[in-house]
């Protein structure tokens, strides 16, 4: 299926981005899961797992009797979310790589999860369709999405200056930067249950600065050969709004946006 263009780019430093991340994003996820009941025993697929954070998550919630499959297009992040799950000797989690909404997998799960992917598909409500097809009935479809138009800085011209910059790339891309608000009703659509009260959250850091930047760093670092091949800055101007940005964050005081607004909907496939 043809997707939108992954405007990240797949390098060795975005990986080590997405795990750093993970970390962030971790405690936000958590609770999405355990309001969806993913709980001990299920049997999960994780898709667009990528380097695997999210599968790692799940694993720890369904514990040694559940089991996790993750399944990503990336060949290479799928190698390095099993070197990763060797390191951590898990024994319920398996990586495949392949498309969630075609491969076959041989099972119906317990639940089908997924973080900022959605976002990245040509059609969301066909792919949540595709999906509920390897999920029981009764089961759960739990996915976690972004905002990417809703302003998150406040006081801090320069940060939601670089937000916006690093969001209209993003469009650029093909990316839905409203699929966070979006899933509710394209769970109807694909014939899911949602549950009445998504969660949305954002997380923020309220110490100091250096946190923020690095985060938001990293990020433009990532997409600056997309700023620029799109015509919407100059490297020169991209290294200049950081260089300001470090001034900005490490000079303020208050709470300060670790990322976008992140919106968790899940739903039950219906039993028919």
Sequence with gaps: MEDTDYALGRTSAEYDRLIE????????????????EICANMHVVDVGCGVGDV?????????????????DLDRRAIQIAKKRRDEQRLTNVTFIEGDARTIETGQ???????????????DPTVALRLIADRVRPGGVVAFQEWVGHLPSAVNQPVLASLQ???STTFARSGARLDIGVELCWRMLDAGLEPAPQPLAEIAVDGKHG????????????????????????????????????????????????LSWLMIGQWAHKQIS
């Design 21 to 36: 991340q993970a970390e962030l994003l971790r405690p936000i996820t958590e609770r999405m899961l355990g309001a969806a």
């Design 108 to 122: 119906l799960f317990d639940a089908a999860v997924g973080r900022m992917v959605l976002m990245y598909m040509n």
């Design 210 to 257: 250096a946190l923020v930047y690095r985060r938001w760093l990293l990020i433009a670092r990532s997409l600056l050969p997309k700023i620029v091949e799109y015509g919407l800055a100059t490297e020169k101007e991209v290294l200049h709004i950081i260089e300001e940005l470090h001034k900005e964050l490490l000079g303020s005081r208050g709470l300060a946006p």
């Design 164 to 166: 916006h910059l690093l």
């Design 55 to 71: 599968s790692f998550l799940v694993s720890a919630l369904v514990g040694p009797r559940g089991h996790v499959v993750g399944i």
